[in-house]
Nanobody
């Protein structure tokens, strides 16, 4: 088990920034690829950023590329998501997730552990 706890969500005006953080428990954090997903009301949960176990490779889908930045600190068992130039369509519950396979972390079904989620609301 890898308990994950997100923090940092909130209400922000369009064009603003937020930084989400995710704290993980356990001694093998660097054995997990990490991802941030979001789920808007009535929509499927989607990947918005992912980072490999060592923190050397990152992935962003087109809707957030250039605006979101994922980072991790394996010494502190934490992963963060910096979100800039936020848009109303970024409004969603954001989830931190961990994937046991360091080589497969681009699909939702490859993630094994999930946080409880944090709400991000971007006002227009």
């Amino acid at each position: 088990q890898v308990p994950l706890v997100e923090s940092g969500g909130g209400l922000v005006p369009a064009g603003g920034s937020l930084r989400l953080s995710c704290a993980a428990s356990g001694r093998t954090f660097d054995h997990y690829a990490m991802g941030w997903f979001r789920q808007a009301l009535g929509k499927e949960r989607e990947l918005v950023a992912a980072i490999n176990c060592a923190g050397t490779t990152k992935f962003y889908p087109d809707p957030v590329k250039g605006r979101y930045t994922i980072s991790r600190d394996n010494t502190k068992n934490s992963v963060s998501l910096q979100m800039n130039s936020l848009k109303p369509e970024d409004t969603a519950v954001y989830y931190c997730a961990a994937a046991r396979n360091c080589l497969r972390w681009s699909m939702k079904n490859e993630y094994n552990y999930w946080g409880q989620g944090t709400q991000v609301t971007v006002s227009s």
